[in-house]
């Protein structure tokens, strides 16, 4: 990590279903900051879900949103930041997200994945004859930018409360904070 960074937020990226939401909702809580989601932030903007955006612009015109919303954030302070999937799987925004954010890429095996997430209908990536297959393929394209994060996390046999620990404790060694909660 680069020592001249500052560390105003903290922003989770990861593949869907893999805890971003509530890892983030509570690491947000016990940080005193407030929580954002950047799927729900491009939804409540467009009036309109995640799905019937890809539908009706197509999934560039989506990651054309989640560009404008990554740059918005840089100038906020004291936010957890919950990315949506293929947000932090761009390099672009992941290099943007580290301007002022500990990124932290929580994970979990296609098997994990698959099993929270197979009775959401709100995952248009998904909408494929073999789901479970397009689950890995594509963590197979968007490893290699995750791994770029500052903190790698598998959460798939953790409980939540000890996730949430973690990550603070990750945010709050970097900026130097002494104490735990």
Excluded at 67 to 74: F, G, M, P, S
Excluded at 81 to 87: K, N, P, S, Y
């Amino acid at each position: 990590m680069n020592s001249e960074r500052e560390f105003h937020n903290l922003a989770l990226i990861g593949f869907m279903g893999v805890g971003k939401t509530s890892v983030g909702k509570r690491a947000a809580r016990r940080l005193g900051f407030r929580f954002v989601d950047t799927d729900l932030m491009i939804e409540a903007r467009e009036g309109r879900s995640i799905p019937e955006i890809f539908a009706a612009e197509g999934e560039p015109y989506f990651r054309g949103l989640e560009a404008q919303v990554v740059a918005e954030l840089a100038s906020e302070r004291g936010l957890v930041i919950a990315t949506g999937g293929g947000l932090g799987a761009n390099p672009k925004h992941l290099q943007n997200l580290k301007r002022h954010a500990l990124v932290v890429c929580l994970w979990a095996s296609p098997d994990i994945i698959w099993e929270r997430v197979q009775r959401k209908k709100n995952r248009p990536l998904l909408a494929a004859p073999d789901p479970k297959a397009r689950i890995r393929e594509l963590l197979n394209r968007r490893m290699a930018v995750y791994r770029q994060a500052d903190v790698l996390m598998n959460t798939g046999l953790r409980p939540l409360t000890l996730l949430v620990r973690q990550v603070v404790y990750h945010f709050r060694l970097v900026r130097g904070e002494k104490r735990s909660r």
